[in-house]
C-alpha cells in the first residue's frame, strides 16, 4: 500500500494558494482528461490530482504516457513495490501576461527539486544522460466563472520512479531511482508539488524572460546539432525571452515557437 502524506504537501502548498486541495486515486484515465473535464463543467477550485495508475495517460504530440503499479522486475526477478511513475495534475485559473515559455519554466522547478544532473529537453521533456525521465503537458481551457484574461490552466507531469517498459523504444527511458534511490513516488512528489506551485506563481508576475538564465543552465540541446522535424539541421543556441528555441542553420538563426515541432539531437553531437 502506498502511503502519500497528502496532508503534509497540503500545509506546504494550501497558504500559498488558497482553496487548494489534494485527490489522491488509485487509477483514473488521465488525470489531465479529468481536469479539463471539470473546468469546462465550471469547477475552478485549485487542485493537485495524483493517480496511483493511469489508463489512458497522454503526452504531447497525442503521445500516450503509460503508468502502473510497479516497474520491471529488479535482479532476480522480483518486482519493485510501489507506482513505476508519479503522475500527477495541477488546475488552477491563470492570467500570465504571455504563456510563452510555460512549459520550459515548468521545466525548471522539476529539475531544480529533482537532481543537479537533470537536464531540460526543449519544450517538456526532462532528460537524464540523454535519456527520457519525465513529461510535461501544459493545456488550458475556457470556461464558465473565468474572468478577463483568465484561463485555466491544466499542467501535467510525468515522471518515471522505476524502469518503465522499454518494448518499442528506440532508448530505454531513464527512471528517477537510477539517480536517488531513495525517492520513491510519494517522497518525489513531496519535493516537486511545493516547487512547481512556486513556479507558476513566479511565471505569472514575470513571464519566462526572468527564469531563462536557469533554464539555460540545465538546457540538454544548447551547443547539439539538432533535426527538426521537417529534417533541417542546425545546432541549438539556447532560447530567446519567450522561449523560443534558436537554432543556427546553414540559411539563418531560426526560432522555433512551435511545441508540434519535434527537435531531436543528433548521436554524438
Not at 532476480?76 to 504571455?98: D, H, I, N, V
Not at 519535493?191 to 513556479?199: G, S
Not at 551547443?223 to 525571452?241: F, K, M
Not at 539563418?252 to 543528433?266: C, D, F, G, K
Request: charged share 20%.
Amino acid at each position: 500500500m502506498v502511503r502519500w502524506d497528502a496532508e503534509t504537501l497540503w500545509q506546504a502548498i494550501e497558504p500559498r494558494l488558497p482553496g487548494f486541495t489534494v485527490e489522491i486515486v488509485p487509477e483514473i484515465d488521465s488525470t489531465n482528461t479529468e481536469l479539463m473535464r471539470r473546468a469546462r463543467a465550471g469547477r475552478l477550485e485549485p487542485v493537485l490530482l495524483v493517480a496511483e495508475r493511469q489508463t489512458a495517460g497522454r503526452g504531447r504530440l497525442g503521445r500516450s504516457w503509460h503508468s502502473g503499479a510497479g516497474g520491471e522486475p529488479a535482479a532476480g526477478g522480483r518486482r519493485p513495490e510501489g507506482p513505476a511513475s508519479l503522475t500527477f495534475s495541477l488546475g488552477l485559473p491563470l492570467a500570465p501576461a504571455s504563456w510563452s515559455g510555460l512549459s520550459l519554466a515548468i521545466g525548471v522547478a522539476l529539475a531544480e527539486s529533482l537532481h543537479p544532473d537533470v537536464r531540460i529537453k526543449w519544450p517538456n521533456d526532462l532528460w537524464w544522460q540523454d535519456r527520457k525521465l519525465a513529461g510535461v503537458l501544459v493545456e488550458t481551457a475556457a470556461a464558465p466563472g473565468l474572468s478577463g484574461d483568465q484561463r485555466q490552466a491544466v499542467i501535467g507531469v510525468g515522471i518515471n520512479i522505476l524502469p518503465p517498459d522499454a518494448a518499442g523504444l528506440s532508448t530505454p527511458a531513464a527512471w528517477l531511482q537510477e539517480l536517488s534511490p531513495s525517492l520513491d513516488a510519494p517522497a518525489a512528489l513531496g519535493r516537486v508539488a511545493p516547487a512547481l506551485v512556486a513556479m507558476v506563481q513566479t511565471f505569472k508576475a514575470g513571464g519566462f524572460a526572468p527564469l531563462r538564465a536557469r533554464f539555460q543552465a540545465r538546457d540538454a540541446l544548447a551547443g547539439r546539432t539538432v533535426v527538426l522535424s521537417d529534417g533541417t539541421q542546425g545546432v541549438a543556441q539556447g532560447v530567446g525571452e519567450d522561449g523560443a528555441l534558436l537554432v543556427h542553420t546553414s540559411r539563418a538563426m531560426m526560432q522555433i515557437t512551435s511545441a508540434e515541432v519535434s527537435v531531436r539531437p543528433q548521436a554524438g553531437s
